[in-house]
């Protein structure tokens, strides 16, 4: 038999064809096969089956076995594979999700190769393709609902009916959440709203945007924080460039080391902070399209440099002012200048006329004493003053 059978005794003293496979004469022995001759009956049986079946043609069958890759069907004495890929226009996980062993089902021939006698077989192919007009139905920037079908670690697969399904790419996921897996932000079966963001037919690929369906935080922040205007937030993180502050809706702001100190460098005045510090500044400027903000923190505390107010009394070369000693040093003095936020160096060549008294050593810390401006330079940010020049 084609089969292996425990009991022959159904075919006990019943004529059967048999094909003689090998003779031995002198011992008298023949060696027969029915099987051959079952399987050649079968083969022309199965030829004739398939010759009286067409592709495109539609036929009944049942569903004999099930495997991860698809379905057997029996068409009546001749078996065709239904591929999990032609099951159904949808995504399909595995074939038990469409059919069942037994079931009775409709199905279209798809292709025969009459060499090797396999069909294939599809349920799909019966049904309207639902990627027909898929542009019209689906006009870019619409926005729409979906459930989520199946994660990955580029995206997120969402369908968006029966049969149609779109990916929304870990980039349109999420304004803020750069590196984080999807399954960190939408979960399988869960309803989302999304966006159409491209629609290839030929290709059968939908792009989505799941962010867009929210507002750009950067937008948000930039209509409710104009520039100039201040802010608070934590610092999140000290490089080499400035500091990151955290502000809000999980958007960060920079202040770049120029704009932390009026009177010292960035690299110095940057030490006055650690993590988890809270800090206020004032926003400088927000590009939305490059999703940066940038912050300053000297711009709170005024630049003494800058051009004062109409009316207020301002330091110009050549007038006299007041300095008082900071701190004496061998080349000169440290000063700061009486009613104003300017420090600056008098050299030793500076403190007199006569060379004699030229000696920083001839003033204390506290002493105030009287001198004329000799630079007071606004864009270079310099300020000199010289007893010698009165």
């Known amino acids: 038999d084609i089969r292996p059978i425990r009991d022959v005794g159904p075919l006990m003293n019943i004529a059967q064809p048999f094909q003689i496979l090998k003779m031995d004469r002198r011992r008298g022995n023949i060696v027969v096969s029915r099987r051959t001759v079952l399987e050649e009956t079968r083969a022309e049986a199965r030829t004739e089956l398939v010759s009286n079946l067409e592709e495109g043609q539609t036929v009944d069958g049942t569903v004999k076995n099930i495997t991860e890759y698809g379905a057997f069907v029996d068409l009546g004495g001749i078996d065709g594979l239904l591929h999990v890929t032609d099951m159904a226009w949808r995504r399909v996980n595995h074939p038990s999700e469409v059919v069942t062993i037994g079931q009775q089902l409709k199905v279209k021939i798809i292709k025969i190769n009459h060499d090797t006698h396999r069909i294939s077989l599809g349920i799909k192919q019966l049904l309207t393709d639902p990627w027909e007009g898929i542009e019209a139905k689906y006009p870019l920037q619409s926005r729409l609902k979906g459930r989520v079908t199946n994660i990955t670690d580029y995206g997120a697969f969402v369908e968006l009916e029966p049969g149609i399904e779109g990916l929304i790419h870990v980039s349109e996921m999420s304004w803020t959440k750069k590196n984080v897996h999807p399954g960190k932000i939408v979960s399988t079966s869960q309803e989302v709203e999304v966006q159409i963001l491209e629609v290839d037919s030929s290709k059968r690929r939908i792009s989505l945007g799941l962010k867009q369906t929210l507002q750009n935080p950067w937008e948000a922040f930039a209509e409710k924080h104009p520039v100039g205007s201040v802010v608070e937030g934590e610092v999140k993180n000290k490089t080499e460039f400035g500091l990151f502050i955290g502000l809000e809706n999980d958007v960060d702001g920079m202040v770049h080391l120029s704009d932390l100190d009026w009177n010292r460098p960035g690299e110095q005045a940057i030490e006055d902070y650690k993590k988890g510090d809270m800090v206020k500044a004032q926003v400088l400027d927000v590009d939305v399209e490059k999703e940066r903000i940038s912050l300053g ?23 006299i002012v007041t300095c008082e000693v900071t701190e004496v040093k061998e ?13 600056t160096f008098v050299k030793r060549a500076d403190l007199a006329r006569d060379r004699a008294e030229q000696r920083p050593e001839r003033f204390a810390a506290g002493e105030k004493f009287d001198a004329r401006v000799t630079i007071f330079d606004r864009k270079a940010r310099k300020v000199s003053v010289s007893i010698k020049a009165l």
């Open 331 to 343: 080349a000169g003095l440290d000063v700061k200048i009486v009613g104003t936020e300017f420090t």
């Open 297 to 319: 923190i000297k711009q709170l505390g005024g630049d003494k440099f800058a051009e004062p107010a109409e009316g207020a009394s301002d330091i110009k070369k050549g007038s």
